[in-house]
């Protein structure tokens, strides 16, 4: 992949001082040391997030969940907004990259329903990268797949405790995914979408929290909401700037 440098362009720097780390936003996914997350608008609109790792040095895939047992690793060909992590050893930026490797391999098996919830019981093997449920009911989604796939490596995001409940604006989003699901020619989704209407409501982890995550600092530990909130605002302002440039 060319590598197009597009670090802060000015349509999107942030002049104020702030106590998280923009720098570690970029439009460059070469520049993400190995991972980072990713952040983009799907065709409603509504915010996704994904896993940017490097495969070589200037080959870069993205690892997202897009949908029920639908798990993507795909070349990256182009810019994207992705928040670098602050992993301060090499050595655990290449683990991370590795360990996106071991979870994409197991892409073929299909075997990730799509949930509202976030479970801390959803685990990916650290030697198989294969994905393991707590309960029957568990799942993922595009959000809780980045935060699921960062825990398992040795590195948490996020500190879910204490978050707070879905806001009206969530509730809509999960009221869609579910008609969406429910209205599926598929019965497998179909009847996901029935368990996932008992979840309406639940407390929602963001794709831009997730990233906003990604802004603190290391040594401070998972970030809490309020964190992941305040930062949140700064990737919607990148992401958005940046779509406009893009225009």
């Known amino acids: 992949m060319k590598a197009v440098r597009m670090r802060h362009p000015s349509c999107w720097r942030d002049t104020n001082k702030t106590p998280m780390d923009l720098d570690r936003l970029t439009t460059n996914p070469v520049d993400t040391q190995w991972v980072s997350v990713s952040v983009e608008r799907n065709q409603q609109c509504n915010l996704h997030a994904g896993i940017v790792h490097r495969t070589g040095e200037n080959e870069v895939k993205k690892l997202h969940f897009g949908w029920h047992r639908s798990l993507y690793n795909y070349f990256v060909t182009g810019p994207v907004v992705c928040a670098i992590p602050d992993v301060a050893k090499p050595a655990h930026r290449l ?44 799942g993922l989604n595009c959000a809780t797949f980045v935060v699921a796939v960062f825990r398992c490596a040795g590195h948490p995001l996020i500190n879910s405790k204490g978050w707070p409940k879905a806001s009206i604006d969530d509730i809509a989003i999960q009221k869609q995914s ?19 209407s008992r979840d309406i409501g639940t407390p929602r982890i963001r794709p831009d929290h997730v990233a906003g995550a990604c802004l603190e600092k290391e040594a401070a530990g998972p970030a809490r909401f309020a964190a992941c909130e305040a930062n949140s605002a700064h990737v919607v302002t990148a992401l958005d700037s940046h779509l406009a440039c893009q225009a």
């Not at 919830?117 to 393991?132: I, L, P, Q, S």
């Open 95 to 138: 683990w991370l990259a590795v360990f996106c490797g071991l979870v994409a391999d197991n892409i073929p098996k299909r075997n990730i329903p799509y949930s509202l919830k976030h479970d801390e019981d959803v685990a990916f093997d650290e030697r198989t990268g294969e994905v393991k449920f707590g309960n029957e009911d568990s």
């Open 178 to 196: 579910v008609r969406s699901m429910l209205d599926s020619s598929d019965p497998d989704i179909q009847q996901q979408g029935r368990k996932n």
